[in-house]
Antibody, heavy 120, light 107 residues
Framework: QLQLQESGPGLVKPSETLSLTCTVSGGSISSSSYYWDWIRQPPGKGLEWIGNIYYSGSTYYNPSLKSRVTISVDTSKNQFFLLLNSVTAADTAVYYC????????????WGQGTLVTVSS | DIQMTQSPSSLSASVGDRVTITCRAS??????LNWYQQKPGKAPKLLIY???SLQSGVPSRFSGSGSGTDFTLTISCLQPEDFATYYC?????????FGGGTKVEIK
């Protein structure tokens, strides 16, 4: 059974960089059949797509965040990563990593989510 | 960018009711539409992909239909465990986008 697990600091200061890791177990991140995505959800609000990475390293980012986001992958560790710089209180959210099926574009597996609060 | 609009934003229903949620895309997305259920404090769970395909393990009371710009999620006989928030998501192109959600509450 595939599992995804987010990890990283739960509190980040304004103007600093948010850094999260998603560890994938029970399956390989090096599959051509999937993208690996980051999605966030501010408290009490809806879902926002941040971006994704393919096992080859190619990335796509939401234009609304593109200037501040970097997603990378370490296939040897079966992990992918999110960096979001210059954070503000508006970046406070639950951050999810998820597997997106290449053909349909649906998210069939999600991490449990991790709350990141931006505050001094 | 493709905007996804769900309606209603919330509804009250009773166990056994038939419930329909609508999702409209700002441009044609063919059948690249997926539905998720989210319960408080949990990650979303995939219900329907490709507009009408039922994800493995999801009860058959859930069904999806539509293509182009207009889509529906139907719960044929609402069960107590179905009270949750439902989201649609387009996977036609990037940036991927979600609807604003529909909260299904107990009447």
């Amino acid at each position: 059974q595939l599992q995804l697990q987010e990890s990283g600091p739960g509190l980040v200061k304004p103007s600093e960089t948010l850094s999260l890791t998603c560890t994938v177990s029970g399956g390989s991140i090096s599959s051509s059949s999937y993208y690996w995505d980051w999605i966030r959800q501010p408290p009490g609000k809806g879902l926002e797509w941040i971006g994704n990475i393919y096992y080859s390293g190619s990335t796509y980012y939401n234009p609304s965040l593109k200037s501040r986001v970097t997603i990378s992958v370490d296939t040897s560790k079966n992990q992918f990563f999110l960096l979001l710089n210059s954070v503000t209180a508006a970046d406070t959210a639950v951050y999810y990593c998820a597997r997106r099926v290449y053909n349909s574009g649906c998210y069939d597996y999600w991490g449990q989510g991790t709350l990141v609060t931006v505050s001094s | 960018d493709i905007q996804m609009t769900q309606s209603p934003s919330s509804l009250s229903a009773s166990v056994g009711d038939r419930v329909t949620i609508t999702c409209r895309a700002s441009q044609s997305i063919s059948y690249y539409l997926n539905w998720y259920q989210q319960k408080p404090g949990k990650a979303p769970k995939l219900l329907i992909y490709g507009a009408s395909s039922l994800q493995s393990g999801v009860p058959s009371r859930f069904s999806g239909s539509g293509s182009g710009t207009d889509f529906t999620l139907t719960i044929s006989c609402l069960q107590p465990e179905d009270f949750a928030t439902y989201y649609c998501q387009q996977s036609y192109n990037t940036p991927l986008s979600f609807g604003g959600g529909t909260k299904v509450e107990i009447k």
